[in-house]
């Protein structure tokens, strides 16, 4: 690697040729603010926020984006920055809506964090005009206020690059410009997918996920309610997050602990859901090698990749797993066998999840969702929402004993765990798929081809007589990528896994928000899954079908996988939406 010999604030250092001013300064101790900037994804320079000062430059330039070159002297920390820095700051709250007391963001807010470092003081400084938008809260799953927007474009480039969908961008120019959809349809009239990437990355409160905490609360003050709630896989490895908790930390004991003080009646575990889900799917695949089915199957866990499917990829539907996702499955169980064993009439059953998904709370309104008449499950929070109503509560949660789920919904196996990350229900179904046809014990319980966080992965696996070829997906660009190679023929697979957002349920777009200071530099992706691994590593039950509980449904209610029973209230339809259709 070749390397160039810069300063940084008259610190001689060594640096690869081709970082940028923004990356030298980061690797060697120096942190320079930044607004719009993530790495791979929003790389423009236009908020002006991390310019800094280059020798015999004549104006000062965006570190972001300036690679470095030799003998290059650079400040960082000049009288002239502080004023460029801070007059910017200025400019951009001069149009920006300040009711931070109360905005969602308060707290863990970009803009707030600066202007706070750079001592804005001054309500009436740069006084003048403001611009006015209506919020927009047509979708289902978010909502979205220009008044805070501060045009950063990362929500825009990262719909565009990781999700391929497109569907906000810069509208008007000079002062009038503003993010939204085009020919300014509401979200809920575009080919959105739900998926909440743009939350994620937005570095203030102009974006958020509709907060359902006060229809729990409600649920949780009516006697006549049987209030249940089930956590995704993911929310052990990311709860933690929102109360300051190391990136990666296993919360699994304290969240339990904190949702029975919250006052839910029983605390269960969605790997049950899991669990179940691979019994089906797994079925579902050998059926269809073995008969002739459509082929490749395609993993229908993820909400956002389903809403995509049917929108872009309308002529795939056919490809799809008939099963409902995890937290469908599990409502659905809630709703028939547990509440015919406990005497409860569905109807008296409010089902909660808390979910990684902004796309889960779409999801609870899609049709044939209803096994037993009413909605599998009622309300679909995210980690975020569950970390405001534990704060609201009063509850001390890093100081929380650790507690186990309820049973027998709360038994879950380490091939449930791993489903929060990219290529963890591959390789859950695997571990039983591959048991099934062989009719032999697995000697190997680690499919390391299709672990990790790469975008896209593929491998090829004998099993018994028959070659069983797999791909892992995540984020919707590289999912249009697969699917493209498959359409065009240049790809041949027996089985695929599609999530929609990048690294799989553990970087959903419901999961606590970090700064861009953390994303541009830290893996959370990596962190977060190593949690999910390490738990499935240590546990004595990691196959789906081993689950005693498991067994216990099949033997009392479902019969086998794939019975009548199974697929009336395990399995549902899609259909193209037309509205939306689009091809390539």
Known sequence: MEMVNIKINGMPLSVPKGTTILQAAKQNGIDIPTLCYLKDINEIGACRICVVEVKGARSLVAACVYPVSEGMEVVTNSQKIYESRKMTLELILSNHEKTCLYCVRSGKCELQKLSLEYGLGDPTAWAGANTKYDIDESAAHMWRNNNKCILCRRCV??????????????????????IGCAFELDLAETPCVSCGQCITVCPVGAIGEKDDTAKILEALRDPAKH??????????????????MPIGTNVQGKMAAALRRLGFDKVFDTDFGADLTIMEEANELVERVKNGGKLPMITSCSPGWINFCEMYYPDMLENLSSCKSPQQMFGAI?????????????????????????AKKFEIGRDDQSAAGVPDVDIAITTRELGRMINQAGIDFVNLPDEDFDNPLGIGSGAGHIFGATGGVMEAALRTATEWITGEKATTLEWNDVRGTAGIKEASYKVGDL?????????????????????????????????????????????????ASVRNFTDLKALRASALYGEDKDMELRKSHENPAIQELYKEFLQKPGSHTAHKVLHTSYKPREKFAYKK
């Open 227 to 244: 209030v249940v709630v089930q956590t995704a896989p993911s929310i052990r490895a990311t709860l933690g997050e929102e109360f300051g």
């Open 334 to 358: 809630v709703k028939t066998w547990y509440a015919e064993k406990n005497g409860i009439d569905p109807k008296d059953i409010v089902s909660v999840s808390v979910m990684p998904c902004t």
């Open 157 to 178: 480039a990262v719909c565009k690059a990781n999700q391929e969908v497109g569907v906000i961008g810069a509208n008007e120019r000079g002062f009038d410009t503003h």
């Open 467 to 515: 070659e069983v070829k797999v791909a892992v997906a995540s984020g919707l660009s590289n999912a249009r990528k697969v699917l493209d190679a498959v359409k065009s023929g240049e790809k041949d697979y027996t089985f695929i896994e599609i999530m929609a957002c990048p690294g799989g349920c553990v970087n959903g777009g419901g999961q606590p928000i970090q700064p």
